[in-house]
């Protein structure tokens, strides 16, 4: 029999909140040649680690739920909370099902933390993934084909395996295949959100960075189809679009907050790595030439718009915007992680833009382990009463 | 009569000002506190005048117990001799008051009140005198040994008894306190010791506990006790007010080596200390000599520093010592996120709203303190056996409980020193410094001859 | 690298304030002359390309540091916060949108003029990206990309050099031609490139001299001013090449005296502490910060912000042999751009050549590139070297960062714990 709309939330929010890595754990465990490998936010060539037979395992902090003792001694009180998170994972053996560790250029401090990951576990594989910020296919292009490519060498050194072309082009179909769905989730929840609210999309999304992609997509699969036959009742809320979570991510109680406080989050860049690329990797008629060539392309032109990549001949904010038009969004909620330079140095930018097209934003601040919503309630409530009003003038 | 030497050491904090006198031996003679005001030469001058004090406590002791006939009567003495110079002590600063209070209440902004105005404040502090001995009861609970603070409470108490919302508002009794106490805090009160070791012993014998030839004898040792010449042969400075001390460059010692210096006097196997004062935080590594090898020190925000106690105690109507047997009481776990002070306020508010019990957020808030602690520790080199822990915070019985249970779950089993003494440790090394930099001196001396 | 020079003046520092007064007057003439302008960074600067196309460099940082020296980032921030920056962010950043707002006046007084190129050089730093998208919005000029990829793997790779190579073909000198009118002349870049290297070589070597006892330099606060014309507009010309050689001679001259480092309160006769130190310098408090050094006769005798525009001491010389290539090693080898075990190791080295007593960490708030992780530098660095390491916590430019007290509280305490560690053992402190 089908799993209910609860009981899949309920599998979900298990696997988002498991810090310890138990069901990946269970996973290697089940295969001496099992292989692990976790990246940290944002963005990273995931399918590499598919196609070489292992785990990649998101790591994205602590939640609310890790108290941080060793991991307030690394990093001093105007940095971020994740790097302080994901040190105090590290050192509490919570990280030790990973074989390797990649570190994908989103800031300093992630970048710096594969320095302090290189110090500390001197046993695992780590790099430092540097995606390209030139365009051009000859020459960012080629550099970025030159970071896939060594990363495919190193992850077949770590698993003592051949990463095979055939093999490449099945990870970036059931890569293609688990955007796609994510793709179908984020529009049914845009469509109808009393059916698929962000408080439970999030969690299917959170699951998958602790799932193979296969059992992922099943999730997806399940809870889309759940969510779309419940008969939950139409509740008319403010649609906003959320902007700036793409990194350390918000407490699921701040999510809920903004829901209760009468905002349908319609769209958002939480959990943004996988969702990264926009479309279909390999083209309607298949798989044609070199899978990395795919990869190198996919990233070049069909990557979303992110604070990380450079912004170029592109209009920053514009995406933004079209975003909000295409979700029939009527505002932005900016809610950035505490001294996240990427978001909050983009947040003028961005907030001249929506300005520019006439959409109102508000601003928040958070961190992953924020426990006290009151202001933010708040602050949404008035939000979502002040877009009413406008859209019933 | 030859003279004692002795050497001093102040340790100049945020929240209170603590002196220690050493004798020649190296043994404390004497310890003195007060709080620290705005005038860090007054506080400094008073804690060491406290120190003092307590030194012919000391030396009185000292003697009784070397006297055969009355070594038996020291118990019996001592502590009515120190309640008779604490209350005498207590009613000087409550004439310093009374005379303040008037002061204040000439300014012209207050004339629509008067001369009900001295009248209500004169009854005050006549009540508040008749108070006064019960406080002094050998034995008597004290919520502070602070004038400040006793007075403070009492002043609150009375001033709403006497107030009338239509003709003396409390407030503005209240306002003439604030202005008089700062007046009465940056005086320095004469208090004879010999006068009222005179009028203890006369109290005594009028209470038959002794008889008039003890009486005599014990005056005789008293009076040798009282004129033994205390000669200071140096001083050193510490503290966070340390550079505001009247003292020579020369006789300054960082807080963090008196701090290790101090706790290592204490208990020579210490090898890491932990202060948490009023204004920072302090995680220190000494080696086998109390010398500092290693220390961290809290960044620019005050979480995890007495201070935040402060802010909680105050946010919550209470006083800051009676917040830790609060928090000994809660049953159930609270996980607080926010140490930063400027939200504790609200996120204090929004649980107790919640529902959640006053004693289970205060437990929860006493472990997020010392969490931030803890990353001190670790960023200083982790904890080691034995580990000290000192200041002000190290009183308070719920800090110490969160604190084990921390050190225990991740360094497993420490031995943890705490000294009820421990708030006067910075103040103890700064006069081991003092004696050693003498004995330094001293020694070259002799070289050269 | 700046006006505000210290009390007692050597000959290179009036020197260093004339070519700068120099170089800011041309720029306020450039509407007049016709001369154009690349607003550039120090890290991975490209002064010997910009200028064999007769272009004027800016640098916005060293606009922010002048700024703050000079007490005006204060109100440039918080008018770069009015406008919705968060306080959060990089204050080298708010001061230069705030200055920007404000009219865009220089350190001497004379107007900035707009950019013609935003040429963004992104090495070692992320915001620095961020730091050109916002000028983006506020020019309309062009702009070109130089993306220096970061040594994660703790070595120069050739791939990451062909990489830079190509940008600087296909996409920086496109630009600078579009710019100027002008064709690119790769002889007249390895020209400037031979002048550089020459330079480079005195750079070094006052750099070096704080290997004598006592040091005749203090290799951070006295070295900010020593690398202003290298890292800034002047490589490549004759006036840095003059002034390295001017610079030079008074540092014999000192060694051959004996004396210490010049401070603006004389000089440090008695040196007692030896210290090596990472971190940029605060600049809102630059002659308090430096006086609780002196003060205590603690020099400074290397430094890693004397690295943020190349490692020159470990080695690395502009090649006018391989114009293109030379200038891709020095944007990928400049301080910000190493890995952290990279720069234990530096630290680590730079303790024993110069035989130091301890290091110290500033800790700015604004640079995440330099402070996420000195935390474990600090740890890594005492277990190798033996010597203990100090943490004082500060910002750039932002003034509400500064905290005197607190900062001299633990630069006193350090250098106590520094002579107290130096009794021999069995001796009681």
Redesign the interface.
């Known amino acids: 029999m089908a799993s209910t709309v609860e009981e899949l939330v309920a599998r979900a929010e298990a696997l988002a909140l498991d810090v310890d890595l138990t069901g990946v754990a269970a996973w290697k465990e089940a295969d001496p040649a099992r292989r692990v490998v976790g990246y940290l936010p944002v963005f990273v060539p995931i399918e590499i680690i598919t196609a070489a037979g292992m785990h990649p395992v998101g790591i994205i902090g602590g939640t609310d739920q890790v108290e941080i003792i060793r991991g307030d001694?690394?990093?001093?009180s105007?940095?971020c909370h994740i790097?302080r998170s994901v040190v105090e994972l590290g050192l509490s053996g919570r990280l030790d099902v990973c074989d390797g560790f990649l570190?994908p250029?989103t800031?300093?401090?992630i970048?710096?933390?594969?320095?302090?990951w290189?110090?500390?576990f001197p046993d695992k594989y780590v790099?430092?993934?540097?995606v390209?910020?030139?365009f051009?296919p000859?020459?960012?292009g080629?550099?970025w084909r030159?970071e896939i490519t060594s990363l495919r060498a190193d992850l077949e050194k770590l698993g003592e395996i051949e990463i095979t072309d055939e093999s490449m082009w099945t990870a970036i179909a059931l890569h293609d295949e688990n955007r796609r769905l994510l793709r179908n989730l984020y529009d049914l929840r845009s469509e109808r959100p009393w059916l698929a609210p962000t408080s439970e999309v999030y969690l299917m999304q959170r699951a998958g960075l602790v799932l193979p992609v296969q059992e992922h997509n099943e999730l997806l699969r399940e809870y889309t189809e759940a969510a779309t036959n419940s008969d939950r009742p139409l509740m008319d809320n403010s649609r906003i679009v959320l902007a700036g979570a793409f990194c350390e991510q918000p407490p699921l109680g701040l999510l809920r907050t903004l829901e209760r406080a009468g905002c349908w989050i319609v769209d958002d860049d939480l959990l943004l790595g996988p969702r990264m690329i926009t479309e279909p990797i390999i083209d309607p008629e298949g798989p044609v030439g070199d899978p990395v060539d795919a990869l190198v392309k996919a990233f070049l032109d069909k990557a979303a718009a992110a604070?990380?990549i450079?912004?170029?001949e592109k209009v920053?904010g514009a995406e933004l915007a079209d975003m909000v038009d295409k979700r029939q969004a009527e505002g932005v909620i900016f809610a950035?992680p505490?001294?996240?330079?990427?978001a909050?140095?983009?947040?003028?930018?961005l907030?001249?833009a929506l300005d520019e097209r006439g959409i109102s934003h508000i601003s928040m601040?958070y961190s992953e382990n924020t426990g006290q919503f009151q202001t933010i309630r708040e602050q949404a409530g008035t939000f979502a009463d002040a877009l009413k009003l406008w859209s019933d003038a | 009569m030859n003279g004692l030497d002795c050497w001093v050491g102040i340790d100049l904090g945020s929240t209170t000002t603590k002196a220690v006198i050493l004798d020649s031996e190296g043994a404390i003679l004497g310890r003195g506190i007060t709080n620290s005001r705005s005038n860090y030469d007054v506080a400094c001058a008073v804690a060491r005048a406290e120190a003092f004090v307590d030194a012919r406590f000391a030396l009185a002791r000292r003697t009784l117990e070397a006297d055969a006939e009355l070594a038996p009567r020291t118990e019996l003495l001592l502590p009515v001799i120190a309640a008779s110079f604490a209350e005498a002590k207590h009613g000087a600063a409550l004439d310093a008051l009374r005379a303040e209070l008037l002061v204040a209440a000439r300014n012209d902004f207050y004339k629509s009140w008067q001369p009900a105005l001295d009248r209500v404040l004169g009854e005050i502090v006549d009540e508040m005198e008749v108070r006064a001995p019960a406080l002094f009861v050998p034995g008597a609970e004290r919520k502070s040994d602070f004038f400040r603070d006793l007075a403070s409470s009492s002043f609150m108490q009375l001033s709403e008894e006497a107030a009338d919302p239509g003709t003396m508002p409390q407030d503005v009794l209240i306002g003439m306190f604030d202005k008089a106490i700062i007046k009465v805090e940056n005086q320095e009160l004469e208090v004879s010791f010999e006068e009222h070791v005179g009028q203890a012993l006369d109290r005594l014998l009028e209470a038959a506990g002794l008889e008039a030839g003890e009486r005599a004898r014990a005056a005789e040792l008293m009076e040798y006790a009282v004129g033994m010449p205390l000669q200071e042969r140096a001083h050193v400075g510490t503290g966070?007010g340390r550079?505001r001390l009247p003292f020579p460059k020369a006789s300054i010692?960082?807080?963090?080596?008196c701090h290790g210096?101090g706790a290592h006097a204490t208990f020579p196997s210490t090898r890491t200390v932990l202060d948490i004062g009023g204004q920072d935080t302090k995680a220190i590594q000494v080696d086998e000599?109390?010398?500092?090898?290693?220390?961290?020190?809290n960044?620019?925000c005050a979480a995890g520093c007495g201070r935040y106690l402060g802010y909680i105690a105050d946010e919550m109507n209470l006083g800051v010592h009676e917040l830790g047997p609060m928090a000994m009481k809660s049953t159930r776990k609270v996980k607080i996120n926010s140490t930063c002070t400027v939200f504790a306020g609200a996120e204090l508010r929004d649980r107790l709203n919640l529902g959640q019990q006053r004693e289970d957020i205060l437990a929860g808030l006493h472990r997020a303190i010392m969490l931030r602690a803890m990353s001190l520790l670790a960023?200083s080199?982790g904890v080691h056996d034995d580990f000290t822990f000192t200041g002000g915070v190290a009183r308070n019985p719920a800090a110490v409980r969160a604190l084990r249970e921390l050190v225990t779950e991740n360094y497993g089993e420490r031995k943890i020193n705490i000294s009820a003494a421990s708030i006067y440790t910075g103040a103890l090394g700064a006069a081991i410094?003092a004696r050693?930099a003498e004995d330094a001196d001293e020694s070259t001396e002799e070289a050269a001859a | 690298m700046t006006e505000t020079v210290p009390a007692q003046r050597d000959a290179s520092m009036a020197l260093q304030k004339k070519i700068l007064g120099e170089h800011y007057h041309a720029l306020a003439q450039a509407p007049e002359t016709g001369a154009k302008t690349a607003y550039t960074f120090v890290p991975g600067n490209l002064t010997e390309l910009i200028r064999s196309f007769d272009m004027l460099p800016v640098l916005p940082e060293i606009n922010a540091l002048q700024s703050g020296m000079r007490k005006q980032s204060g109100d440039f921030v918080r008018e770069a916060e009015k406008?919705?920056?968060?306080e959060?962010?990089?204050t080298y950043?708010k001061c230069d949108i705030g200055m920007l707002k404000g009219g865009n006046i220089g350190p001497t007084g004379e107007h900035i003029p707009d950019p013609d190129l935003l040429l963004l050089s992104?090495t070692g730093?992320?915001?620095f990206?961020?730091?050109f998208?916002?000028l983006?919005?506020e020019y309309d000029c062009e702009i070109a990309?130089l993306?220096v990829?970061?040594q994660?793997?703790?070595e120069i790779t050739q791939?990451m050099v062909?990489?830079i190579v190509?940008?600087l073909e296909?996409?920086v000198i496109p630009k600078l031609e579009k710019v100027t009118g002008k064709s690119f002349d790769e002889d007249a870049v390895s020209e400037r490139l031979a002048l550089s290297a020459q330079a480079e070589e005195d750079f070094v070597y006052v750099l070096e001299s704080a290997k004598h006892r006592p040091s005749p330099i203090d290799g951070y606060f006295g070295g900010v001013f020593y690398i202003g014309p290298i890292f800034s507009a002047f490589r490549g010309t004759q006036a840095g090449i003059d002034y390295y050689q001017a610079l030079r001679s008074e540092v014999d001259a000192r060694i051959a005296a004996g004396k210490g480092p010049v401070t603006p309160a004389g000089e440090v006769t008695d040196e007692r502490y030896r210290l090596v130190v990472e971190g940029p310098p605060n600049w809102t408090h630059f002659r308090e910060f430096w006086k609780m050094f002196y003060e205590e006769n603690a020099v400074c005798v290397a430094s890693t912000y004397t690295k943020v525009g190349g490692l020159y001491d470990r080695g690395f010389r502009h090649d006018p042999s391989k114009p293109l290539e030379s200038l891709a090693r020095y944007c990928l080898g400049c301080y910000t751009n190493l890995?952290?075990?990279q720069?234990?190791d530096l630290i680590s080295d730079y303790v024993r050549e110069y035989s130091a007593d301890g290091f110290l960490i500033n800790?700015v708030?604004s640079c995440?590139?330099f402070?996420?992780?000195?935390?474990?530098i600090?740890?890594?660095v005492?277990e190798r070297t033996g010597v203990?390491?100090g943490?004082i916590?500060s910002d750039l430019v932002d003034p509400r960062?500064f905290?005197a007290?607190?900062i001299?509280?633990?630069l006193?305490?350090?250098l106590?714990?520094i002579e107290?560690?130096r009794?021999p053992?069995g001796?009681?402190?």
């Open positions: 001694a690394y990093f001093q105007y940095i790097p570190f250029s800031c300093d401090v970048r710096n933390m594969s320095g302090i290189k110090l500390e790099k430092y993934v540097d390209p910020q030139n051009d000859e020459i960012g080629n550099w030159h604070s990380f450079y912004i170029d920053k950035a505490s001294f996240c330079d990427p909050l140095l983009d947040r003028p930018m907030a001249r601040k | 966070y550079a010692r960082s807080e963090i080596l210096l000599r109390g010398i500092v090898t290693g220390f961290q020190m960044d620019r960023r080199g410094f050693r | 406008l919705g920056h968060s959060d962010v990089c950043v992104y730093c992320f915001t990206m961020k730091w998208e916002l983006k919005q990309m993306h990829p970061y994660g793997g703790g791939e062909d990489y190509r940008q296909e996409s890995n952290l075990p720069r234990v800790s708030k995440n590139s402070s996420a992780g000195q935390l474990v600090l740890r890594e005492e203990p390491g943490f916590e960062y905290s007290a607190n001299k509280n633990r006193e305490s350090y106590q714990m107290q560690r009794q053992v001796a009681t402190g």
